[in-house]
T-cell receptor, first 114, second 110 residues
Framework: NAGVTQTPKFQVLKTGQSMTLQCAQDMNHEYMSWYRQDPGMGLRLIHYSVGAGITDQGEVPNGYNVSRSTTEDFPLRLLSAAPSQTSVYFC?????????????FGPGTRLTVT | KNEVEQSPQNLTAQEGEFITINCSYSVGISALHWLQQHPGGGIVSLFMLSSGKKKHGRLIATINIQEKHSSLHITASHPRDSAVYICAIVKVWNTDKLIFGTGTRLQVFP
């Protein structure tokens, strides 16, 4: 099993550009989530999904869209990048339908918006 | 006020020392996670607890639900234990989301 994979590892965007961060898992996990990690702050939930076709907002959803058309994939779209979205982004999955299960994290994507 | 507080923020130790990292929270929870973030950035799950104590190798995690407090202990610490240790809670009325502490940075010197 590859586990949770994320692409790209690094990305530089100009303000106003859009892009999609990819996340995939091959463990047939129902729950997937996106977090951002900023210096001095804990990981913060952006969006999450409890199963294919179901998504919901987390703590900091503004400026981001998600969809979950398959169990395996959970892409995160930045609609119009802003410098405030410079961060490290982590995707995670777990075998249950919530956060009461062991979490499996991807390696992260470091995004810089200039 | 953060719902999850970790202490200390930074910790240095000599190889072989016993380490304790603390996590306090202010709300009712259904579970608490301990995670490790390696210097390269990867995050791995160490423990998930809802009561009592769990042990894996040199790592021990305990939780006291009444006192809203959890500890992560590392026995016989080693330089490879150097990492950021993160506590995260699942609120009892919102089990879809993890709420994270800001982490404890541990450095173990030979």
């Amino acid at each position: 099993n590859a586990g949770v994979t994320q692409t790209p590892k690094f990305q530089v965007l100009k303000t106003g550009q859009s892009m999609t961060l990819q996340c995939a898992q091959d463990m047939n996990h129902e729950y997937m989530s996106w977090y951002r990690q900023d210096p001095g702050m804990g990981l913060r939930l952006i969006h999450y999904s409890v199963g294919a076709g179901i998504t919901d907002q987390g703590e900091v959803p503004n400026g981001y869209n998600v969809s979950r058309s398959t169990t395996e994939d959970f892409p995160l779209r930045l609609l119009s990048a802003a410098p405030s979205q410079t961060s490290v982004y982590f995707c995670a999955s777990s075998p249950g339908t919530g956060a009461n299960y062991e979490q499996y994290f991807g390696p992260g994507t470091r995004l810089t918006v200039t | 006020k953060n719902e999850v507080e970790q202490s200390p923020q930074n910790l240095t130790a000599q190889e072989g020392e016993f380490i304790t990292i603390n996590c306090s929270y202010s709300v009712g929870i259904s579970a608490l996670h301990w995670l490790q973030q390696h210097p390269g950035g990867g995050i791995v799950s160490l423990f998930m607890l809802s009561s009592g104590k769990k042990k894996h190798g040199r790592l021990i995690a305990t939780i006291n639900i009444q006192e809203k407090h959890s500890s992560l202990h590392i026995t016989a610490s080693h330089p490879r234990d150097s990492a950021v240790y993160i506590c995260a809670i699942v609120k009892v009325w919102n089990t879809d989301k993890l709420i994270f502490g800001t982490g404890t940075r541990l450095q173990v010197f030979p």
